[in-house]
């Protein structure tokens, strides 16, 4: 898993289906595909991304 990334709004920074873990400023985390969730900072901001790190799939089997 890498490391996270603080994040301070604006637009998306990476690809609209990728799988990402984001960190909330009211401390919850979560992990969705990066065209689910809001990057711009908002009022109220208790759910302002303030951290993300892309999620790495597992390589699959061949053949299966």
């Known amino acids: 898993m890498g490391q996270w990334i603080e994040w301070k709004g604006g ?12 960190q909330l400023r009211n401390g ?3 992990r969705r595909e990066a065209v689910d969730l809001y990057w711009h900072r908002d009022i109220p901001p208790c759910d302002d991304i303030v951290a ?3 999620v790495t799939p597992k ?6």
């Open 11 to 22: 637009n998306c920074p990476v690809g609209s289906r990728t799988v990402v873990d984001v």
């Open 28 to 30: 919850e985390t979560d």
């Open 52 to 54: 993300y790190r892309v």
């Open 59 to 64: 390589p699959t089997e061949a053949g299966r």
